[in-house]
T-cell receptor, first 113, second 112 residues
Framework: AQSVTQLDSQVPVFEEAPVELRCNYS??????LFWYVQYPNQGLQLLLK??????LVKGINGFEAEFNKSQTSFHLRKPSVHISDTAEYFC???????????FGQGTTLQVKP | SQTIHQWPATLVQPVGSPLSLECTVE??????LYWYRQAAGRGLQLLFY??????ISSEVPQNLSASRPQDRQFILSSKKLLLSDSGFYLC???????????FGPGTRLTVL
């Protein structure tokens, strides 16, 4: 069965610094991978997704993620964060033709001035 | 474009009272529909999903139920709320072809 591990529950970073949020998954089949962002008291917003093709995926708000099949990772990066990036970030993997997603426990990104 | 609505946005209910949360989707046909719960400080828990009218799959046994009376309408219900039902309830619609899900704004439920 698939699973997703977000290695950091909280990531504090100063404004304009680079950030990486780590995500590892386990799956025995080809998967689709997703990153979502959740601002306080709001629903989840899709940041980016990997379905196939180029392993470097660019998303909204300057975020990007790289699919690494050998390391079963899908880390999220941004070269320079803003205060407004403070939010909860969720990594997810598809369960394979069931329409269901398996979510990680989330990483809280705290951007400090 | 597709949009997803949830109401109410917030709800405070006493223990033992009934519950009905509604979710509707516009701009797409025959979507997969999902109900999630997010307890304070915790991740997402999939409660129910539906691949078509009247077709409901339950992921977690509990005192909640779901129904899909129309193609783009998904309802979460309870006959008697428990304190443990408090949380943030999210509805989502999805495309089976890519497993991508799109979320509504959520309903904050507080059971007192």
């Amino acid at each position: 069965a698939q699973s997703v591990t977000q290695l950091d529950s909280q990531v504090p970073v100063f404004e304009e610094a680079p950030v990486e949020l780590r995500c590892n998954y386990s799956s025995s089949v080809s998967v689709y991978l997703f990153w979502y962002v959740q601002y306080p008291n709001q629903g989840l917003q899709l940041l980016l997704k990997y379905l196939s093709g180029s392993t470097l995926v660019k998303g909204i708000n300057g975020f990007e993620a790289e699919f690494n099949k050998s390391q079963t990772s899908f880390h999220l990066r941004k070269p320079s964060v803003h205060i407004s990036d403070t939010a909860e970030y969720f990594c997810a993997v598809s369960e394979g033709n069931t329409g269901k997603l398996i979510f990680g426990q989330g990483t809280t990104l705290q951007v400090k001035p | 474009s597709q949009t997803i609505h949830q109401w109410p946005a917030t709800l405070v209910q006493p223990v033992g009272s009934p519950l009905s949360l509604e979710c509707t989707v516009e701009g797409t046909s025959n979507p997969n529909l999902y109900w999630y719960r997010q307890a304070a400080g915790r991740g997402l828990q999939l409660l129910f999903y539906s691949v078509g009218i009247g077709q409901i799959s339950s992921e977690v046994p509990q005192n909640l139920s779901a129904s899909r009376p129309q193609d783009r309408q998904f309802i979460l219900s309870s006959k008697k709320l428990l304190l443990s039902d408090s949380g943030f309830y999210l509805c989502a619609w999805g495309l089976l072809s890519t497993d991508t899900q799109y979320f509504g704004p959520g309903t904050r439920l507080t059971v007192l």
